[in-house]
């Protein structure tokens, strides 16, 4: 197989950030024999080979990447009934209602949830409107508004890096937990080909998330829609620039910069206590905060970041916090990945010298350090 190897490709225009330097080299596989011939590629070269999907999540080094680039761009969904005898047509249900979706990975994620939708299948429908491919959905578990991906992934189809071996992994295999997973944790060990997820045919929407279930056109007295849901959604998202829309000067993003912080629950109390003797707030139970697995605590971000005396719409030359969004750091035109770092130490040192809580990054740092707070 001739591989279609690119040299020196500027990796900016591939990242919605709209940084990062060049590859030296790229490959884009269209199917996953190309994507497995560009692993063993790079492999007999000693090159280290980098996944891409749409870029949505990654900050790469301004010195670009110093291997071989593996943009992945295969296509293909299947549905199926979970039960072959009771299939009629490419969206039937079984008599539990299950239709199964097996989609490539390098499907635009949000065509997957416009096409469930319009099939009428839940368990994505909260999901809209987030950029990237299929392929790095299960990567952090992508997540929001009261939906995440590990609520419907039934199996994740990898390739194993060392073994070329084409492994099916169960949920359990995939460790999945808020905004993280095995794959997290051992980058180098598979490459998603597909993922396939369990829909619940002619289910109701998740109205789990307060703000969106108390979303007046979603109140109207009859009960919403898929459909309606996600128009919900998009808009809400649109709203607070999590969505990438042409002219939006907050569209340049990783949306989120950083996760939000799961702690113990006493030390949720003692942020809360700093808190209240700092001024920010009058009474502890004013900090927003939501029961995470174990007993743990979810804390917001965006409130720490704000109470730390970071403003939204704060710029520092070509990088910025978003005027919509304070956990989204906004790369307005011209600047650099390292300015985008300082910004983002900044921030997080704000947080650490006001609460003592370290806010950690969400998007994957390629070729980028990011050491702890105060060096
Ligand atoms: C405006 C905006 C809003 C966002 N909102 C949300 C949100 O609400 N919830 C949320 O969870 N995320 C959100 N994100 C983050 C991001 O969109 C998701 O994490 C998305 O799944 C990343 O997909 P991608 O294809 O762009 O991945 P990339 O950025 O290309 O890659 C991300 C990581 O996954 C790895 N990877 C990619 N594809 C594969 C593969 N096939 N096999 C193995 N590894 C792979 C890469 O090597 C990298 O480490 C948002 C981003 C933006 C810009």
Known sequence: ????????????????????????????????????????WAEAR????????????????????????????????????????????????????TVTLTAAAGEPWDDVVADTVARGLAGLECLSGIPGLVGATPIQNVGAYGQEVADTIRSVTVVERASKRIVELAPAACAFAYRDSAFKHDPDRFVVLAVTFALRAGGAPTLRYRELAETKSLNDGTPPTLAQVRAAVLALRRKKSMLIVDGDPNRRSVGSFFTNPIVAA???DAVAARAVALGAIARADEMPRWPASGGAIKLSAGWLIERAGVRKGQRRGAVGVSTAHALALVHLGGGSTAELLELAREVRDAVHGR?????????TMIGVAWPPPGI
């Open 266 to 268: 006493a030390e949720a």
């Open 46 to 97: 000693g090159l280290p080979a980098l996944i891409l999907g749409g870029g949505s999540n990654v900050v790469i080094a301004d010195r670009g990447w110093d291997g071989l680039v593996v943009r992945v761009a295969t296509r293909g969904r299947r549905f199926a009934a979970t039960s072959a005898t009771s299939a009629t047509s490419a969206t039937s249900a079984t008599s539990d209602g």
């Open 355 to 363: 609460f003592a809580m370290t806010l950690l990054p969400e998007p």
């Open 1 to 40: 197989m001739t591989l279609p190897v690119r040299d020196d490709v500027p990796l900016a225009p591939l990242t919605t950030l709209e940084l990062g330097g060049n590859a030296r080299h790229l490959v884009e596989a269209a199917d996953d024999d190309t994507l497995v011939e560009a692993l063993r």
